[in-house]
Every structure is written in C-alpha cells, then in structure tokens.
C-alpha cells in the first residue's frame, strides 16, 4: 500500500496555498480542505452585485411587471371563485340528500353571483 508523500501538494481548486497531502479535511472550520475556502460576509455580498451606478430610481419601465402583477389578480380572483363552485357543488353532491341537479344549480348560481361582483367595472379615467 502506497503511504501519500508529504512534499507534494494535494488536487484540488486551487483558490488558496495547497495542503499538504497527508492532511484530512474536517468539517469543522479548524480543518479546513484544499477545494473550499471560507467567504468572509464581504466577500460573498459583493460576489454578485454590481456597481451601485448601475440603477436610478424611478426610470425602469414597469409595463410589463404591472401586466404581470393583473394576471395574477385576474387567475386568483376567477380560479377563487371556481374552486369555491366546485366545492359547493362536490359538497352538496356527496355530503347531503340534494343530489347532483340542485348541487349544479346551486353552483350556477354561485358562478353567476360571483361573476357580478368579482367583473371589472368601468374606471372614472384613472
């Protein structure tokens, strides 16, 4: 069996001074391995980020956020509202004596009422 030479460095990154190859790297921080180094707090909040310049309050186009920001809305709102009719309608089916063709009507007319109140209204030009 061959025992690990001492004089030569062991594989690894390469981001720091290379261990000697007899040492074994924990996983405390006392033991540290040839392949990860600690980041300091600095370190790693300037990793990504760029130069501070880089963004000005208030001139980004946000067309496409708001546009976003509405269909969302629009999915809660509708999706709310038909989960809530096929609750109702899998509820009275199962749960009471209505049976299938009052639980479907009471469902409709959940659909409708909520369609009338839940429909966007006019805006006053805002």
Same mark, same amino acid.
């Given at each position: 069996?061959?025992? /690990? !030479?001492? +004089?030569? @460095? ?7 001074? /290379?261990? @000697?190859? #007899? !040492? *074994? $790297? ?11 180094? @600690?980041?300091?707090? &600095? ?6 980020? #760029? /130069?501070?310049? +880089? ?7 946000? $067309? ?16 709310? %509202? ?6 109702? %309608? &899998? ?10 063709? $009052? ?5 409709? *007319? ?6 009338? *109140? ?9």
């Amino acid at each position: 069996m061959r025992t /690990p !030479r001492h +004089d030569r @460095p062991a594989a690894g990154a390469g981001l720091l001074a /290379p261990h @000697p190859a #007899g !040492r *074994v $790297a924990g996983l405390s921080g006392a033991g540290a391995s040839c392949s990860t180094r @600690p980041t300091t707090l &600095l370190e790693s909040a300037h990793a990504m980020a #760029g /130069p501070a310049s +880089d963004y000005h309050r208030g001139e980004m186009d946000i $067309a496409e956020q708001r546009s976003t920001y509405h269909l969302v809305m629009l999915m809660t709102k509708w999706g709310s %509202l038909y989960t809530a009719a096929l609750i109702l %309608l &899998l509820t009275m089916w199962f749960a009471t004596e209505a049976g299938f063709l $009052a639980s479907f009507v009471a469902a409709a *007319v959940m659909v409708v009422i909520g369609t009338l *109140v839940l429909r966007e209204k006019k805006s006053s030009g805002h």
